[in-house]
C-alpha cells in the first residue's frame, strides 16, 4: 500500500527518525516484558530487498541467483538469532478485490521497465542491463519454502486484507513483538509498534532507523496520530488515489506552486479546522470530507474504505472457498495456506482468480503464461470436481491475468481477465473428487493423478524412481520438449544446457565468482520460461494434495540462472558435453544419465534422434 512521499516527509523532521540498534531495542524490551523478543518482517517486503542488497548484489537478469540466495537468506536470519532476536515473517496471501485496480497500473509499470531492460540488451548495454533490478516473479513463493528449510516461523494471509493489516495487529497482539522490519510507509501510519526501515538497515551492526509516528504526527503535523489514517488517505494512497483528489489539492495548494511542506501544513489545519477525527463509523464526517474534497457525498464510500484500511484490531474473518466442500477439506486449505504449504491455490478455491506478476520477456519466443496454460486448466478441473459431478466444468470459469505479448505489437489487457475452462485429464479414466484425492489416496496415485496433470511423455515409473532434486527439472524439461501438442517449446542445445547446470552443483563461492556472462534476449527468455514451469509444478503439487514435499520444487537444488547464462556462451562457441561440463568426469557422468530422462519419450529420445549432430563429443 504505503503513501507516496510519505517517508520523504518524516525523514524531514529528525527527532522522527532516527538511527537506532535493534540488538539495544530487544534486549530493552526483554527486560520490560520478560519475553524473548521478536521481530516481525514484511516479507513482501524484504524478499526483493534482500536479493538486491548492495552487500551481495545478485544480479536479476539471468533469471534467478538461486543458490546464492539460499545463503543470503540464510545468512540473515542467522545474524538476528546470533543476538536473541526472533524473527517471524509475514507475507502477502491473497489478492485483494479493493486494490486490483492498483495491480494492474503497477504490473503495467513494470512491463514498461522490462521493455527497456530488453531494449538495453538489444543496443549491447550489458552494464547497464545486468544493473536493472528486477525480481524474479517466483522469488517470494519460494523465499517461503528456503525459510521452512531454516526452522522459520512465517505465515501468509488469508484474509480479504493486506498482510499490511494483519502484520500491524499481529504485532499489537503479541506482547513478545518490539519492532516491525519493513519499508511500507502504512506502518507510520497505523497504530502497532514502531517501524524499522529496510532499505537504511545496516545487516553487519544490526542498525537501522526507526521512524516515530507520534512525534511525527504531534510535533511535525501538529495534529493527532489518531488522525494519521485521515492525513494518509486525503494525501493519496491505493483506495484514495491521488489523481481522484487533484482539484482539492490544487485549491489546498491555492493554486500556487507551493512546496509540498506547505502543502501538507495546509491540509493538516483544514483537518484541525474541520475538526475530522477519521473516525471510518461517523456517517457524518465521513459525508463532510467527500463534499470538502470532492464537491458531494457520493464519495464517501471510497473514504470509509480508505480509512477502514488502516483500523488494527478490525481483522477480517477468513475467505470461505467459492464452492461447497467437506469440512476438513476447508479446513486444510487454509491451514495450508496460512502456515505457507499451499502457495498457489488459495485464491483459486476462494475467487477462481489466477494472477501472474510481471516476468522477464520480449514476447519474441513463445510467453511462459501460454506455454504452462493447460497444466494450470487441469489443475482446475480437479479443484472444482468438474469431472466428477456432471456439467460441473461448464459452470466453472477462472479468471486469469496474466501478462503476455499477444502478437508482437499487442500486450494482453489486464484490466479484462481471460475467462478460461478447466480441461479433462487425457490417458486415464481414474477421476475422484479432490478431498478423497486429498485425504484417501495413497501416495503413488496421487503421484499418478500428478503425473497426468503435467501430461508429460516420460513414463511414470521412471519419473517416481528419480532422485528428490531432479523429479521438478525432469518433469518441467520433458514437458517443454514432448508435452505440448504443438511440439517443442526448447532447441535440443538449450536441453543439453539446462541439464548441464543442474549436475554441476556448484557452491555458492563458485557461483560468486563466476565472471557476469553475456546476456542475450533469448537466454533470458529461456530462463524465465523454465522459472515459471517451477509455480505450475508446484501448482500441480498442491492440487494433488502434496504426493512429495514441497523440497521437490526448490531451485537451488537444480537452477542457477548465473550458471545457466554462463553454460550458455560456452555451449554456443564451443557445443561439447566437456565444456557443459567444465572437463569432469563425475558431472560428465550425471549429465549422461540425466539427459535420458528429461528427453524420455520425446522427439530428443536418445534412441531416435543424433545428439552428435549438436555435441561434437557426444
Known amino acids: 500500500m504505503g503513501v507516496k512521499g510519505l517517508l520523504s516527509l518524516v525523514q524531514s523532521c529528525s527527532e522522527a527518525c532516527r538511527f537506532v540498534s535493534i540488538e539495544k531495542m530487544a534486549k530493552d524490551h526483554q527486560c520490560a516484558f520478560h519475553c524473548s523478543p521478536v521481530?516481525?518482517?514484511?516479507?513482501?517486503?524484504?524478499?526483493?530487498?534482500?536479493?538486491?542488497?548492495?552487500?551481495?548484489?545478485?544480479?536479476?537478469?539471468?533469471?534467478?541467483?538461486?543458490?546464492?540466495?539460499?545463503?543470503?537468506?540464510?545468512?540473515?536470519?542467522?545474524?538476528?538469532?546470533?543476538?536473541?532476536?526472533?524473527?517471524?515473517?509475514?507475507?502477502?496471501?491473497?489478492?485483494?478485490e479493493e486494490k486490483m485496480t492498483k495491480w494492474v497500473q503497477r504490473r503495467t509499470e513494470r512491463y514498461k521497465e522490462i521493455a527497456s531492460i530488453f531494449n538495453d540488451i538489444s543496443q549491447n548495454l550489458q552494464e547497464k542491463a545486468i544493473a536493472r533490478p528486477h525480481i524474479s516473479a517466483g522469488l517470494k513463493i519460494l523465499a517461503k519454502f528456503a525459510l521452512k528449510e531454516l526452522g522459520i516461523d512465517f505465515y501468509q494471509t488469508d484474509q480479504e486484507m493486506d498482510a499490511d493489516n494483519y502484520i500491524a495487529d499481529y504485532a499489537n497482539k503479541n506482547r513478545a513483538v518490539f519492532a516491525i522490519l519493513s519499508n511500507d510507509s502504512d506502518f507510520i501510519i497505523f497504530d502497532t509498534k514502531p517501524m524499522l526501515s529496510t532499505y537504511k538497515l545496516r545487516l553487519n551492526q544490526l542498525k537501522t532507523v526507526m521512524y516515530d509516528r507520534c512525534c511525527f504526527a504531534e510535533r511535525y503535523l501538529n495534529i493527532s496520530p489518531k488522525q494519521l489514517p485521515l492525513f494518509a488517505c486525503l494525501m493519496g494512497n491505493d483506495y484514495v488515489p491521488f489523481l481522484t483528489m487533484r482539484d482539492f489539492c490544487q485549491r489546498l495548494a491555492g493554486f500556487e506552486n507551493l512546496s509540498k511542506e506547505t502543502k501538507v501544513k495546509n491540509l493538516c489545519k483544514l483537518i484541525k479546522q474541520k475538526k475530522w477525527t477519521g473516525n471510518f463509523a461517523n456517517k457524518q464526517e465521513l459525508s463532510s470530507i467527500s463534499c470538502e474534497i470532492f464537491g458531494h457525498e457520493k464519495e464517501t464510500r471510497l473514504i470509509k474504505c480508505g480509512l477502514k484500511s488502516y483500523a488494527v484490531n478490525?481483522?477480517?474473518?477468513?475467505?470461505?472457498?467459492?464452492?461447497?466442500?467437506?469440512?476438513?477439506?476447508?479446513?486444510?486449505?487454509?491451514?495450508?495456506?496460512?502456515?505457507?504449504?499451499?502457495?498457489?491455490?488459495?485464491?483459486?478455491?476462494?475467487?477462481?482468480?489466477?494472477?501472474?506478476?510481471?516476468?522477464?520477456?520480449?514476447?519474441?519466443?513463445?510467453?511462459?503464461?501460454?506455454?504452462?496454460?493447460?497444466?494450470?486448466?487441469?489443475?482446475?478441473?480437479?479443484?472444482?470436481?468438474?469431472?466428477?459431478?456432471?456439467?460441473?466444468?461448464?459452470?466453472?470459469?477462472?479468471?486469469?491475468?496474466?501478462?503476455?505479448?499477444?502478437?508482437?505489437?499487442?500486450?494482453n489487457n489486464l484490466n479484462e481477465p481471460e475467462r478460461i475452462q478447466p480441461l479433462p485429464l487425457r490417458n486415464t479414466s481414474d477421476v475422484i473428487r479432490?478431498?478423497?484425492?486429498?485425504?484417501?489416496?495413497?501416495?503413488?496415485?496421487?503421484?499418478?493423478?500428478?503425473?497426468?496433470?503435467?501430461?508429460?511423455?516420460?513414463?511414470?515409473?521412471?519419473?517416481?524412481?528419480?532422485?528428490?532434486?531432479?523429479?521438478?527439472?525432469?518433469?518441467?524439461?520433458?514437458?517443454?520438449?514432448?508435452g505440448r501438442r504443438s511440439g517443442p517449446l526448447l532447441e535440443p542445445l538449450d536441453?543439453?544446457?539446462?541439464?548441464?547446470?543442474?549436475?554441476?552443483?556448484?557452491?555458492?563461492?563458485?557461483?560468486?565468482?563466476?565472471?557476469?556472462?553475456?546476456?542475450?534476449?533469448?537466454?533470458?527468455?529461456?530462463?524465465?520460461?523454465?522459472?515459471?514451469?517451477?509455480?505450475?509444478?508446484?501448482?500441480?503439487?498442491?492440487?494433488?494434495?502434496?504426493?512429495?514435499?514441497?523440497?521437490?520444487?526448490?531451485?537451488?537444488?537444480?537452477?542457477?540462472?548465473?550458471?545457466?547464462?554462463?553454460?550458455?556462451?560456452?555451449?554456443?562457441?564451443?557445443?561439447?558435453?566437456?565444456?557443459?561440463?567444465?572437463?569432469?568426469?563425475?558431472?560428465?557422468?550425471?549429465?549422461?544419465k540425466l539427459l535420458p530422462v528429461v528427453t524420455n519419450n520425446t522427439a530428443y529420445d536418445l534412441s531416435i534422434f543424433e545428439w552428435n549432430d549438436i555435441l561434437e563429443d557426444f
Request: aromatic residues 14%; contains cysteine.
Open 39 to 96: 521481530l516481525v518482517v514484511d516479507g513482501s517486503n524484504i524478499i526483493p530487498w534482500l536479493y538486491s542488497y548492495r552487500k551481495y548484489s545478485l544480479e536479476s537478469i539471468y533469471g534467478g541467483q538461486w543458490i546464492q540466495f539460499r545463503e543470503v537468506l540464510k545468512e540473515f536470519v542467522l545474524k538476528f538469532q546470533s543476538k536473541g532476536i526472533k524473527l517471524v515473517f509475514i507475507f502477502d496471501g491473497n489478492n485483494c
Open 314 to 411: 478490525n481483522v477480517p474473518i477468513a475467505l470461505t472457498l467459492c464452492m461447497r466442500m467437506s469440512h476438513d477439506f476447508e479446513q486444510a486449505i487454509h491451514e495450508r495456506h496460512f502456515n505457507c504449504s499451499n502457495t498457489c491455490i488459495f485464491n483459486l478455491l476462494c475467487k477462481k482468480q489466477y494472477l501472474s506478476s510481471e516476468v522477464l520477456e520480449d514476447g519474441s519466443s513463445f510467453p511462459s503464461a501460454l506455454a504452462y496454460r493447460e497444466i494450470r486448466q487441469r489443475c482446475y478441473g480437479i479443484l472444482f470436481n468438474c469431472f466428477v459431478e456432471p456439467g460441473n466444468a461448464k459452470s466453472v470459469v477462472i479468471e486469469e491475468r496474466c501478462w503476455y505479448k499477444k502478437n508482437p505489437n499487442e500486450n
Open 434 to 482: 479432490v478431498e478423497c484425492l486429498w485425504f484417501n489416496c495413497s501416495a503413488r496415485r496421487r503421484f499418478k493423478i500428478f503425473w497426468h496433470v503435467l501430461q508429460i511423455p516420460m513414463k511414470f515409473d521412471l519419473m517416481m524412481k528419480l532422485p528428490e532434486d531432479q523429479i521438478t527439472l525432469s518433469c518441467i524439461l520433458n514437458y517443454l520438449i514432448g
Open 495 to 592: 536441453v543439453a544446457v539446462f541439464v548441464a547446470q543442474a549436475v554441476w552443483k556448484p557452491s555458492s563461492d563458485v557461483i560468486k565468482q563466476l565472471k557476469n556472462p553475456q546476456v542475450y534476449a533469448s537466454t533470458v527468455n529461456l530462463a524465465t520460461l523454465f522459472i515459471n514451469g517451477i509455480s505450475a509444478v508446484l501448482m500441480a503439487l498442491e492440487t494433488c494434495g502434496l504426493p512429495s514435499p514441497y523440497k521437490y520444487t526448490l531451485p537451488w537444488q537444480f537452477f542457477d540462472g548465473k550458471l545457466f547464462h554462463f553454460l550458455y556462451n560456452k555451449a554456443k562457441r564451443h557445443p561439447r558435453v566437456r565444456v557443459l561440463c567444465n572437463d569432469q568426469d563425475e558431472i560428465i557422468e550425471r549429465f549422461y
